[in-house]
């Protein structure tokens, strides 16, 4: 069986989290372990049960006419830069969203109207290759519970420059420092920001964890922030909201 060490520390996008022994998950060996991807959307806590990590093989783009097939393990970026050089509309909104594609599909990622379930035809999980007409996609979820291998997409339109420029600029406004995101989903009608900043907590603090200033619905870490401030801010917001305005925030991130 194939391992490798991860630094949780330094490999998840907040930089919380243990050095772990983790299993290169493949679709023969795979066992109900919790599959991470880039760990751009998980808080790893302490002693985290039963990792695993997909197999490099998993890492590849091909193009057949007007499908696209790709395995789970590629970066969005890498699949962003793909399609540019390729005139292949679609995927403009990967630009900056960070993860792997496993993990895009699985949270169904997305900015504004352009999810990654909009060109999506098919996926290969440990079950076979599943339709999309079988799955269910929704705001920053799906219902895939299995490790999904490879995935692939229908070609629609090319390349849109000016879409690609319009979704850059709604980023300028996001923190710089380490984070994973936005930490809750927008509740209907309303924005987890601007809730979290109404009950006063943007520029809450606790240990290395800061409820960023600038956005309050992304959680940085400015130094040592640990799994427990972050649990620590996470249920002061959902608290503080649910008193004020009997709204319960709802995670986007994932808890491991
Ligand atoms: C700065 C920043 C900005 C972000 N902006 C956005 C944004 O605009 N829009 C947005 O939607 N998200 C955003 N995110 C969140 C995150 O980038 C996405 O959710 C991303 O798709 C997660 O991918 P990942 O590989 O890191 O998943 P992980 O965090 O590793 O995993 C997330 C979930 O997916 C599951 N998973 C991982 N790989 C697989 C697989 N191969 N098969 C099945 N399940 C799998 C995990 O078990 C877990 O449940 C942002 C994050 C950061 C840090």
């Known amino acids: 069986m194939m391992y490798k060490v ?4 330094k490999f998840s996008s907040i930089k919380i989290g243990p050095k772990l022994k983790v299993k290169l998950i493949t679709q023969e060996n795979f066992e109900e372990e919790f599959l991470i991807g880039r ?14 990590i997909l197999d490099d093989k998993y890492k590849f783009i091909e193009i057949k006419g007007n499908i696209l097939r790709v395995g789970a393990k590629v970066q969005n970026r890498m699949l962003y830069n793909f399609c540019k050089r390729n005139n292949i509309g ?8 960070p993860g792997s594609v496993g993990g895009s599909i699985k949270m169904n990622a997305g900015v504004k109207k352009e999810e990654i379930s909009n060109n999506l035809k098919a996926i290969r999980t440990v079950s076979g290759w599943i339709e999309k007409d079988a799955l269910e996609f929704g705001y920053r979820k799906s219902n895939i519970k299995e490790p999904v ?12 420059k000016n879409l690609d420029e319009y979704l850059l600029k709604l980023r300028l406004n996001q923190p710089k420092e380490p984070s994973l995101g936005s930490v809750f989903k927008n509740p209907k009608g309303d924005f987890a920001g601007r809730l979290i900043e109404s009950v006063g907590l943007k520029g809450m603090k606790k240990g290395g964890i800061l409820i960023s200033p600038i956005h309050a619905n992304f959680f940085v870490n400015i130094g040592g922030g640990s799994f427990e401030d972050m649990l620590y801010l996470i249920n002061l917001a959902k608290k503080r909201v649910f008193e004020e305005f ?3 925030l709802e995670e986007e991130i994932v808890i491991v």
């Open 6 to 9: 991860i630094d949780f520390s």
């Open 39 to 52: 760990a751009t959307n998980t808080l790893i806590s302490n002693t985290p049960k039963n990792i695993g």
């Open 246 to 248: 009997g709204i319960r």
């Open 90 to 97: 679609g995927f403009e909104f990967l630009a900056k969203l």
């Open 149 to 160: 291998f490879e995935a692939v997409f229908e070609i629609k339109r090319g390349y849109d």
